[in-house]
Protein backbone atom coordinates (compact mmCIF):
# COMPACT_ATOMS: atom_id res chain seq x y z
CA UNK A 1 0.00 0.00 0.00
CA UNK A 2 1.16 3.64 -0.97
CA UNK A 3 0.63 5.97 2.35
CA UNK A 4 0.75 10.01 1.08
CA UNK A 5 1.99 11.94 3.46
CA UNK A 6 1.23 15.57 2.28
CA UNK A 7 -0.61 16.47 5.58
CA UNK A 8 2.38 16.13 7.56
CA UNK A 9 4.51 17.75 4.93
CA UNK A 10 2.26 20.57 4.90
CA UNK A 11 1.67 20.71 8.94
CA UNK A 12 5.66 20.85 9.08
CA UNK A 13 5.77 24.27 6.78
CA UNK A 14 2.59 25.57 8.36
CA UNK A 15 1.18 25.49 4.92
CA UNK A 16 -2.58 25.49 3.97
CA UNK A 17 -3.83 22.86 0.96
CA UNK A 18 -5.51 25.73 -0.17
CA UNK A 19 -2.27 27.78 -0.88
CA UNK A 20 -0.21 24.64 -1.57
CA UNK A 21 -2.84 23.92 -4.41
CA UNK A 22 -2.77 27.38 -5.63
CA UNK A 23 1.22 26.93 -5.97
CA UNK A 24 1.03 24.11 -8.10
CA UNK A 25 -1.73 25.11 -9.94
CA UNK A 26 -4.71 22.28 -9.53
CA UNK A 27 -7.24 22.30 -7.81
CA UNK A 28 -7.72 21.98 -4.04
CA UNK A 29 -10.63 19.02 -4.67
CA UNK A 30 -7.62 17.08 -6.58
CA UNK A 31 -5.16 18.19 -4.14
CA UNK A 32 -7.72 16.67 -1.35
CA UNK A 33 -8.16 13.30 -3.49
CA UNK A 34 -4.42 12.99 -3.27
CA UNK A 35 -3.61 13.73 0.24
CA UNK A 36 -6.62 11.06 1.14
CA UNK A 37 -4.93 8.60 -1.35
CA UNK A 38 -8.15 8.17 -3.45
CA UNK A 39 -5.68 8.91 -6.31
CA UNK A 40 -5.33 6.41 -9.50
CA UNK A 41 -2.09 8.40 -10.27
CA UNK A 42 0.03 10.89 -9.83
CA UNK A 43 1.49 12.84 -13.01
CA UNK A 44 5.06 13.15 -12.70
CA UNK A 45 4.93 17.08 -13.55
CA UNK A 46 2.72 17.73 -10.64
CA UNK A 47 4.89 15.25 -8.22
CA UNK A 48 8.17 17.20 -9.23
CA UNK A 49 6.04 20.49 -8.61
CA UNK A 50 4.77 19.27 -4.96
CA UNK A 51 8.68 18.77 -4.44
CA UNK A 52 9.47 22.34 -5.29
CA UNK A 53 7.13 23.59 -3.07
CA UNK A 54 7.42 21.82 0.18
CA UNK A 55 11.38 21.85 -0.59
CA UNK A 56 11.17 17.85 -0.21
CA UNK A 57 11.93 15.04 -2.27
CA UNK A 58 9.03 12.26 -3.68
CA UNK A 59 9.65 9.91 -0.84
CA UNK A 60 9.08 12.28 1.63
CA UNK A 61 5.31 12.15 0.16
CA UNK A 62 4.91 8.84 -1.04
CA UNK A 63 5.84 6.04 1.20
CA UNK A 64 5.26 1.93 0.72
CA UNK A 65 4.09 -0.07 3.39
CA UNK A 66 3.32 -3.61 3.01
CA UNK A 67 -0.34 -4.74 3.44
CA UNK A 68 -0.45 -7.63 5.64
CA UNK A 69 -3.67 -9.00 4.19
CA UNK A 70 -1.70 -9.14 0.36
CA UNK A 71 1.59 -10.70 1.88
CA UNK A 72 2.86 -13.43 -0.41
CA UNK A 73 3.17 -16.87 1.48
Not at 14 to 26: F, P, V
Not at 38 to 55: P, Q, S, V, W
Request: proline share 3%.
Amino acid sequence: MITVNLDVLLAERKMTSKTLAQRIGITPANLSILKTGKARGIRFETLAKLCHELNCQPGDILEYQEDDSNALQ
